[in-house]
């Protein structure tokens, strides 16, 4: 590798040491070896059913004050993404077109236009452009024109967090219900990560919601940092370069959050996206599921922080065996018959992070799963990504299809040991796992390269507990048509 002072003064200025870059170079260049899966996590077999969950709201409303509490929302997401079909739409339809072929051969927009009525934002956008009949091809693109590219509208180039998601008497958006979760379950305490370009809007939308609606809420914001960024290859694995001479950086997608994760003071935090939301008939159903992943965190962890002080304080008195017991039941530790020095594995054990994950029941939506995959220190829980599994070969392959459950992204972790010290969140992230993208620049092929993801490989070696909670907990909103389902609709609507 020839770096120039050029680019080496680059590197210094992005905050990448030399290693971490001829690291990620490596990745790209040999690729990143697929997940062992051993089976797929399913019920009484890594998942939890909670029987009791009166037990962990009670856990939950008599501990929660003793704990800071706070809610991470990863809300850097443009809605770009939400209307591809709708770009390719302006793209390609013409006024002479038939809509009727054309919305055939492309059933979202054709349901888009079907049911826009429902939209939260139809009846502004109609009265906008001012109509109030049939619509017209011409009508059509002003519609979807209006709504991506022209204010006030502009939703092609705002941050899905302060989108018209809902509508009751007025819209309302996703950071509306975020800050009412906060405020339920979280202390009124909530950190979004955003791109920096769009913290004015979104700080600009909290104040105005703080102030209408008096919400006693601390709102904290981060971006992802730019030593995070990583190296894009040519096809034939040299450097991309810009036009400019520099060598080319991406973001490294949304596991470089876990150095903001790490940043966070609080002793629990609820990690949730910022597009899965509901309508305000659902929203006591929902908190009541996080009250109750985190009544269980809580017990969890006061069990582990006992056991901690103990290997800590007394260790000529600790209780091994029913250490290791907890440890096997709980997250499914196997102590090494090798092991020189028991004491120190289980201490190894004991001191990580804590997440305690809702996982929902597999029904068709796109998402990471629970699985036992094979490691070095034997069966251990985690959330893979389909990408990261082998589906060439016939046994991986049939683990993956036998799996029962999918992950929806909704987390509550246990940051601090027994003394209260924080846990450095980047010791515990496996930089062996990790995603290749092929990705295009000036119109040539590249290779890029994406961290570990937040909830897979940079929680790698966290202690995990995965939950089955109800599946109207998840509702996502990827595309626009998201939002005629049901969970997003009023009743009046």
Not at 216 to 224: A, D, I, L, R, W
Request: charge should be negative; aromatic fraction near 12%.
């Amino acid at each position: 590798m020839n770096l120039t002072p050029r680019d080496q003064a680059q590197l210094e200025n992005l905050g990448i040491s030399l290693s971490q870059y001829e690291r990620q170079l490596k990745q790209i260049k040999e690729g990143i070896p697929f997940m062992n899966l051993a089976r797929p996590a399913t019920l009484n077999d890594g998942i939890i059913s909670i029987e009791d969950s009166e037990k962990y709201l009670e856990i939950f409303t008599q501990k929660a004050s003793r704990y800071k509490l706070q809610k991470f929302v990863p809300a850097s997401g443009a809605a770009t993404r939400m209307f591809k079909s709708l770009y390719s739409f302006l793209d390609d339809f013409r006024l002479t077109d038939s809509f009727e072929e054309y919305a055939e051969k492309h059933p979202s927009v054709k349901q888009f236009f079907e049911y826009f009525d429902r939209f939260p934002f139809a009846e502004a956008l109609k009265n906008t452009l001012g109509l109030n009949g049939p619509i017209s091809n011409q009508d059509r693109i002003a519609l979807v024109g209006t709504m991506l590219n022209e204010l006030p509208f502009e939703f092609g180039n705002k941050p899905k967090a302060i989108l018209p998601f809902h509508k009751e008497e007025d819209t309302y958006t996703p950071l509306f219900i975020h800050l009412i979760e906060a405020l339920d379950y979280a202390k009124g305490s909530v950190h979004f990560t955003v791109f920096e370009d769009h913290l004015d809007a979104v700080s600009e939308e909290v104040e105005r919601l703080k102030e209408l609606f008096d919400f006693k809420v601390e709102v904290t914001y981060s971006f992802q940092k730019k030593h995070t960024d990583t190296p894009a290859l040519n096809a034939d694995f040299t450097p991309v370069r810009t036009v400019d001479g520099n060598l080319l950086f991406r973001p490294g997608g949304h596991g470089a959050l876990i150095e903001n994760l790490s940043k966070l003071s609080a002793d629990f935090v609820f990690i949730k996206n910022i597009d899965n939301i509901s309508v305000r008939r659902e929203w006591t159903e929902h908190h009541k599921f996080k009250r109750i992943l985190a009544g269980l965190a809580f017990e969890v962890q006061e069990q582990i922080h006992r056991f901690q002080r103990e290997v800590c304080e007394s260790p000529e008195t600790a209780g091994l065996a029913k250490i290791e017991s907890f440890l096997s039941a709980t997250f499914g530790y196997e102590p090494s018959s090798a092991s020189r020095d028991p004491l120190f594995d289980l201490k190894n054990a004991l001191f990580r992070p804590l997440r305690v994950c809702a996982m929902v029941r597999n029904e068709g939506e796109p998402g990471g799963g629970p699985f036992w995959v094979n490691t070095i220190d034997g069966e251990r829980l985690q959330i893979v990504e389909s990408a990261q599994i082998d589906k060439e070969n016939p046994e991986q392959n049939a683990i993956l299809q036998k799996a029962t459950h999918f992950n929806p992204v909704d987390i509550v972790c246990g940051l601090t040991d027994y003394g209260g010290e924080r846990y450095q969140l980047e010791d515990f992230v496996d930089y062996k796992q990790g995603f290749i993208a092929h990705k295009t620049y000036e119109g040539n092929e590249i290779f890029a390269l994406e961290l570990p993801g937040l909830w897979n490989g940079a929680m790698a070696f966290w202690n995990t507990l995965f939950v089955e909670v109800p599946s109207m907990t998840f509702n996502p909103v990827k595309t626009v048509n998201d939002l005629l389902r049901e969970s997003h609709q009023n009743e009046n609507d």
